[in-house]
């Protein structure tokens, strides 16, 4: 793989998925921008590369804001002079009834979780084009397939993003710019090791999944030489969709 200098912006890379994507590219050679809303956690995660000798660098954005996210490229651009990849991992969540939900709690999700990939990926295509081409990777869910209660604004969202990221990869082709969705299972982000054993077990892949997988999966979809890999989703959930549940007797 071939990151060197590549200049690589990961939204919502404060903490999570987004962190540990951050961290890999900056592994790789590439100089990490991180696009984060809270302060204290973005300045932390550019820290934490910078103190591993990495290059990265924090730059306070609100993706549900347009204007930011605007200021989010044009700063990226004026510091690098480029764009090589963009990761749209930013996302909220809330876990409400539908006979609950507000309207303005339902546009607040659907404006940070869907919206934003469509103005991050197009902000991010115009200056890529400038110089050859670039990668985007959005990242959806295994919930845009399958879900829980209480889970309609957010499935909506990754529903959308799955349906987006092959509209884009179309039009943004004969740019040069590859686009495509990785949709997470179970990832754990917090205790890894309080997890049971039958969290593992209902995975065919017998573990509950980390966000270096994600990571890895990004790498991939973004390695300069996967040129012709554009408008999938690569689903990366241990096997677990692809799984039939039956209740017990």
């Known amino acids: 793989m071939s990151f060197l200098d590549q200049v690589v912006i990961v939204t919502g890379a404060g903490h999570g998925i987004g962190r540990s994507v951050a961290e890999a590219y900056a592994e790789q050679g590439a100089i990490v921008v991180i696009a984060e809303k809270d302060e204290a956690t973005g300045n932390d995660a550019a820290q934490r590369i910078q103190d591993k000798g990495g290059k990265a660098v924090f730059v306070q954005t609100d993706v549900s804001q347009p204007v930011q996210i605007e200021q989010l490229m044009e700063r990226t651009i004026d510091l690098y ?84 990221t092959h509209a884009l990869a179309i039009s943004l082709g004969p740019d040069r710019i590859r686009v495509n969705a990785i949709a997470p299972g179970w990832i754990e982000t917090g205790d890894y090791q309080a997890l049971r054993p039958v969290d593992h077990s209902q995975h065919p892949a017998q573990r509950v999944g980390r966000p270096e997988d994600i990571a890895r999966a990004c790498l991939y979809l973004t390695d300069p030489a996967n040129d012709f890999v554009t408008g999938i989703e690569l689903v990366v959930d241990g096997g677990m969709t692809r799984k039939m549940m039956y209740e017990p007797d």
């Open 81 to 164: 002079g480029k764009i090589n990849i963009l990761i749209n991992n930013a996302g909220i969540s809330v876990w409400k009834s539908p006979y609950e939900l507000t309207v303005e709690e339902w546009d607040h999700i659907l404006d940070t979780n869907l919206r934003s990939v469509f103005l991050c990926s197009r902000e991010a295509a115009k200056r890529m084009r400038r110089t050859g081409g670039g990668a985007i990777v959005n990242l959806s869910s295994t919930r845009a397939h399958m879900s829980e209660p209480d889970t309609e604004a957010y499935a909506a969202s990754k529903g959308g993003i799955v349906a987006l």
